[in-house]
């Protein structure tokens, strides 16, 4: 069974500057997406960034990228010129490739932007 | 120009009712989804549709019966409620393999 790994609970980053979340995971598949998800105090899930596996170039979202590691099986998210509308939970997910293919969450990190 | 939507976001009912939860995408999706999120904020999947068809059912009580009438539709009901089943429900859609589209959440509160 694929697992997620979020080692963080909680981080804290000033604005303006840049924050990385960690994300690592576990699957015996080689095809497969993972993602980053934000969750505001709204609730709503927003999709932040999109990573298919079989691609080695690092999926980038104008103040969001990621450091796609395939071998190591990490993900993890950077956050650039933080702003005080990035404060939020961040869900790090993997997805299998196929057929309403469900999403296998990790527990969240809080991110604090703080003045 | 709602992408997913859910009805009603907020829910709170005692113990041993029956409710429903709605869900209508305008994405034109093959795939929708429920998955629950408990006090810890953790997520789970419970159910996924595939073109009206039932594709996974993870362990989810009997309670929980699934409806889809459409491939634009995902009803969640839920029989006998407990308290245990307090947490959000988010349904959720999505083309296949790609990125899952969410709707805002039912906030379900058993008294």
């Known amino acids: 069974a694929q697992t997620v790994t979020q080692s963080q609970p909680e981080m804290s980053v000033q604005e303006a500057e840049t924050v990385t979340l960690s994300c690592t995971y576990d699957t015996s598949e080689s095809d497969y997406y993972l993602f980053w998800y934000k969750q505001p105090p709204s609730r709503q899930m927003i999709l932040v960034i999109r990573q298919e596996a079989y691609k080695q170039q690092n999926a980038t979202e104008n103040r969001f990228s990621v450091n796609f590691q395939k071998a190591a099986k990490s993900f993890s998210l950077k956050i650039s010129d933080s702003q005080l509308g990035d404060a939020a939970m961040y869900f790090c997910?993997?997805?299998?490739?196929?057929?309403?293919?469900?999403?296998?969450f990790g527990t969240g990190t809080r991110l604090q932007v703080t003045l | 120009d709602t992408a997913v939507s859910q009805t009603p976001k907020y829910l709170v009912t005692q113990m041993g009712n029956d409710k429903s939860i709605k869900c209508e995408q305008n994405?034109?999706?093959?795939?929708m989804y429920w998955y629950k999120q408990d006090s810890k904020k953790f997520l789970k999947i419970m159910f996924s549709?595939?073109?009206?068809?039932?594709?996974i059912n993870e362990t989810v009580p009997n309670r929980f019966s699934p409806k889809s009438p459409d491939k634009a539709h995902l009803n969640l009901h839920i029989n006998s409620l407990e308290l245990g089943d307090s947490a959000v429900y988010f349904c959720?859609?999505?083309?296949?393999?790609?990125?899952?589209?969410f709707g805002p959440g039912t906030r379900l509160t058993v008294t």
């Open positions: 959720a859609s999505s083309q296949s393999p790609y990125e899952q589209y």
């Open positions: 549709y595939n073109n009206k068809e039932l594709i």
């Open positions: 997910a993997y997805g299998r490739a196929g057929t309403a293919s469900k999403l296998t």
């Open positions: 994405l034109g999706h093959d795939t």
